[in-house]
């Protein structure tokens, strides 16, 4: 039963990322001098809603996997990520500690040259997470 929560919770993941990765593959550049319409930042909204959903959808996958893997949930993100780490399911804290405070930086900036640089940041850490997301398919699917 756990199991199954497990690949659920994994199948959601993969088709948000799914998802961004469709943004991330139209992408073009955010230019600040421009005056952008409503219609023109439906784009860029996409862009920044699927990231997000893909970082949250991550850390609740990551969440479920820690409770699986050791039968309880650690107190912090931090020490979720450091043990899930030491048990090679992810390889890098600090990756993970840098999309969700992306993540969080997209609700609160409205000027355009923060823009420009987020959603730079977001493609970059967006094509990240595609691949490691398809990198656990296959540790995840053999899972015990």
């Given at each position: 039963?756990?199991?199954?929560?497990?690949?659920?919770?994994?199948?959601?993941?993969?088709?948000?990322?799914?998802?961004?990765?469709?943004?991330?593959?139209?992408y073009k550049p955010?230019?600040?001098?421009?005056?952008?319409?409503?219609?023109?930042?439906?784009?860029?909204?996409?862009?920044?809603?699927?990231?997000?959903?893909?970082?949250?959808?991550?850390?609740?996958?990551l969440k479920t996997?820690?409770?699986?893997?050791?039968?309880?949930?650690?107190?912090?993100?931090?020490?979720?990520?450091?043990?899930?780490?030491?048990?090679?399911?992810?390889?890098?804290?600090?990756?993970?500690?840098?999309?969700?405070?992306?993540?969080?930086?997209?609700?609160?900036?409205?000027?355009?040259?923060?823009?420009?640089?987020?959603?730079?940041?977001?493609?970059?850490?967006?094509?990240?997470?595609?691949?490691?997301?398809?990198?656990?398919?296959?540790k995840i699917r053999?899972?015990?």
């Open positions: 039963m756990q199991k199954e929560l497990v690949l659920k919770s994994f199948e959601d993941l993969n088709r948000a990322v799914y998802l961004l990765k469709d943004s991330l593959d139209s955010y230019e600040p001098s421009k005056e952008y319409l409503p219609k023109e930042m439906e784009y860029y909204d996409s862009l920044s809603f699927r990231f997000e959903k893909s970082v949250e959808l991550s850390l609740h996958f996997l820690e409770i699986y893997l050791f039968g309880e949930q650690s107190d912090t993100l931090r020490t979720r990520l450091l043990r899930l780490q030491r048990a090679n399911y992810i390889d890098s804290v600090e990756f993970w500690t840098s999309a969700r405070i992306l993540r969080n930086k997209i609700a609160h900036a409205y000027l355009p040259e923060e823009l420009k640089d987020i959603y730079s940041d977001v493609v970059k850490l967006g094509g990240e997470i595609v691949n490691r997301v398809k990198s656990w398919e296959k053999n899972l015990p």
